[in-house]
Nanobody, 123 residues
């Protein structure tokens, strides 16, 4: 069992930065790949970024590539999403998720989800 709690969301102006954190409970955290997803009002949840269990591989959606960076600290059971050059279209609830195995971009292949944190980017 893995429990996930996101933090770090908020209101920021376009061009600004935020860093999201996702704290995990459970001794097996380091065995899971982790992902960040987001969901805007009226839209489906979409993939943002993912990182392998050992942080050797990272994946990003085209919409955030070059602006967002995902990292993890297995000693602290935490993953991060550094978001730079934010745009109004980045406004959404951001969720972190844990995946035992599967394709990083696929929502339905994740096993555990956090409650989400709101990110709002004003123009």
């Amino acid at each position: 069992q893995v429990q996930l709690v996101e933090s770090g969301g908020g209101l920021v102006q376009a061009g600004g930065s935020l860093r999201l954190s996702c704290a995990a409970s459970g001794r097996t955290f380091s065995s899971y790949a982790m992902g960040w997803f987001r969901q805007a009002p009226g839209k489906e949840r979409e993939f943002v970024a993912a990182i392998s269990w050992g942080a050797g591989s990272t994946y990003y959606s085209d919409s955030v590539k070059g602006r967002f960076t995902m990292s993890r600290d297995n000693a602290k059971n935490t993953v991060y999403l550094q978001m730079n050059s934010l745009k109004p279209e980045d406004t959404a609830v951001y969720y972190c998720a844990a995946q035992w195995s599967g394709t990083p971009e696929l929502t339905w292949e994740y096993d555990y989800w956090g409650q989400g944190t709101q990110v709002t980017v004003s123009s």
